[in-house]
């Protein structure tokens, strides 16, 4: 037996028959669950030896330096023995393989921070590396990292032509920005404001996690930068309320700062404009890089305007707004169109524990700009076919590599340029210009890499936009890349190998779009049992917020324990997005050798 996952357009999967006496229907309801995804097998005899295949693209962490992955190979005792791992068993059951791309010509500076590896292959940006058969298995999370820090600003640019049969006969590119480290480079002043949402429905642990995360980002002021703080819901309470300028980061005022964070409190409504517009008005008189750094749980009526009035704003004067939204209730696209508008950051968290980490990273990602105002020259591509992610392009800080992905056409012979021009502007005031050359990316699947970046840019313009034709594309590209999102769902079905190979063609030649009128059909002949036989198994639990439920004041730490882990197993996969899954049952050979 076969069991496959795919990803669908959500209105297909509204139109599923719901017969009662459907069984394969009456499952119970998809719990949000972050990061978690559950695939059922029913009917599993005892002994009856299963193979797993699980294939995901995973953002990796970047941290003094370094980008790394962490993969959940953590087993608990009660499903692995102690003696298991002591007497080196666990060695043959769990391997782990590695293979390093960096895109860079250099050789690779690899760490594994608790596991041995093995270097098995090396060449100038390429490794490969294994865990050892034998010897100690660490029971622990198992984490892998590159460096790409030096001594000055490095960029490579990696292209790759369309596979053989692709049905999007665009091209794709990678630009990747890689910036000095710490002791190499001179940062930028900032001038800061802090937005801290204290609306009701931040009572409890979302309040208590949002200040620390505040005081956190006021502890990595430098004694060069400035900032202003203000607490906010339907009214804004400033600190030191009768001075409306921008203060020097001293150690005493820092401190004097984080007290009062300490003592704010959760009431009242949301209003996001009036305490931007407010912040634009301090930040006026700025002397560094303006910075806006905004935490919200709440969802407001006014969001298109709220970007358009951020766009609207001279470039000169414009501050870097970085958004952070907590919980389901806030629209994440529109906070993610407003920081892409104005080259800010964006993160969330849909667990309370993710507040004050999510923050911590992205405060730490913006600590150190090198180099602001970036642009990226590219010539001799027809007019107008060229998509790039995201644009504009945010600032380069020590602690944030920036990863500029995008499509460019070759319909009519058209090729991408030798090389291309990275601009931007110095902390002295000094113009900033590098050649890059274009490199071929053989080895490196572009297309999939950053299909994720790209269609959450898309959603959220789509949005803005309002443009059903963006939509669509996003939902097309969702589906044929086999990532869900906001606007698709994945569905488990047993099916044959045949079959499930004739729909993934089918979908690889661009005809299972709701449009074609292929969909339903396509899955009904894979699918045992037709349509009944399909089941929802995994659905995006973010989106585009809850207005009601914020002018409502709904607690969003109520929302987190429906969020939670899985009993006593607790996977935090962190921010993934799950491509097709195929679970064969059937014959796996050695398991020892799976990796």
């Known amino acids: 037996r076969m069991f496959a996952s795919f990803v669908i357009d959500k209105t297909e999967a509204e139109e599923f028959p719901k017969s009662k006496n459907n069984k394969q229907n009456k499952q119970p309801s998809i719990q949000p669950k972050p990061g978690l995804f559950t695939t059922p097998i029913p009917q599993v005899k005892l002994k009856t030896e299963l193979h797993v295949e699980a294939s995901w693209f995973q953002p990796m962490t970047f941290y003094e330096g370094y980008f790394f992955l962490a993969l959940p190979t953590f087993l608990t005792c009660k499903i692995v023995a102690n003696k298991m791992m002591t007497q080196g068993i666990m060695s043959d059951l769990v391997r782990v393989y590695a293979t390093i791309n960096t895109g860079v010509p250099f050789a690779v500076k690899y760490t594994s921070v608790v596991h041995n590896m093995e270097c098995k292959k090396q060449a100038a940006g390429h490794v490969q590396l294994e865990t050892p058969r034998v010897g100690f298995w660490n029971n622990t999370m198992f984490q892998v990292g590159y460096e790409v820090w030096g001594a000055a600003i490095v960029a490579s640019l990696n292209v790759q032509l369309p596979p053989p049969g692709s049905v999007d006969l665009r091209g794709t590119f990678c630009l990747s920005i890689n910036p000095p480290s710490p002791g190499y480079a001179q940062p930028f002043a900032r001038s800061v404001v802090f937005l801290l949402d204290c609306s009701g429905s931040m009572t409890g642990e979302p309040m208590k996690f949002a200040k620390a995360a505040v005081q956190f980002g006021l502890s ?102 970085s958004t952070f939204g907590i919980g389901p209730y806030c629209n994440h696209f529109f906070l993610k169109q407003l920081s892409v508008t104005t080259r800010g950051l964006n993160d969330k968290a849909l667990k309370a524990s993710e507040i004050n980490t999510g923050m911590v990273k992205m405060l730490t990602a913006a600590a150190k700009p090198v180099l602001s105002h970036v642009e990226v020259g590219i010539s001799g591509l027809p007019p107008g076919t060229l998509e790039m992610f995201p644009f504009p392009i945010p600032d380069l800080s020590c602690g944030s590599p920036i990863l500029v992905s995008g499509k460019f056409s070759t319909l009519g012979g058209a090729q991408f340029p030798p090389w291309v021009i990275l601009r931007g502007r110095l902390p002295s005031g000094q113009p900033f210009e590098q050649q890059v050359h274009t490199t071929a990316a053989a080895s490196i699947p572009l ?103 914020s002018i409502s004041n709904l607690n969003v730490g109520d929302t987190f324990s429906s969020m939670g882990g899985l009993g006593d197993i607790d996977f935090d996969f962190g921010d993934l997005s799950f491509p097709d899954l195929d679970v064969d049952v059937g014959d796996c050979g050695d398991c020892g050798d799976c990796g």
Not at 243 to 262: C, M
Not at 304 to 315: C, D, G, K, L
């Open 220 to 321: 990595q002021l430098n004694p060069y930068d400035e900032f202003a703080l203000i607490a906010y819901h339907d009214q804004q309470f400033v600190f030191q309320e009768g001075n409306r300028t921008l203060l020097h980061a001293n150690t005493q005022t820092v401190l004097n700062a984080q007290n009062w964070v300490s003592q704010v409190t959760a009431g009242g409504l949301t209003d996001i404009l009036s305490p931007l517009q407010n912040s634009v008005n301090i930040l006026a008189q700025a002397k560094g890089l303006r910075y806006i750094f905004l935490i919200t749980d709440g969802a407001v009526k006014d969001e298109r305007e709220i970007v358009q009035w951020a766009a609207s704003i001279p470039v000169e004067a414009a501050p870097r707004i």
């Open 447 to 549: 297309d999939k890499i950053f299909v994720k970046h790209q269609l959450d840019m898309m959603i959220a313009k789509s949005w803005l936009d309002q443009s059903d034709a963006l939509r669509q594309s996003a939902i097309f590209m969702s589906v044929r890349e086999g990532v869900a999102c906001a606007l698709t769902c994945t569905v488990m079905y047993q099916t044959t190998p045949e079959k499930h190979q004739q729909l993934k063609e089918a979908r690889n030649k661009g005809e299972l779009s709701k449009g074609s009128g292929l969909s339903s059909k396509a899955l009904a002949v894979a699918a045992v049992g037709g349509l009944g036989g399909l089941a929802i198994v995994s659905a995006v639990v973010w989106g585009f917020g809850d207005i009601g439920a």
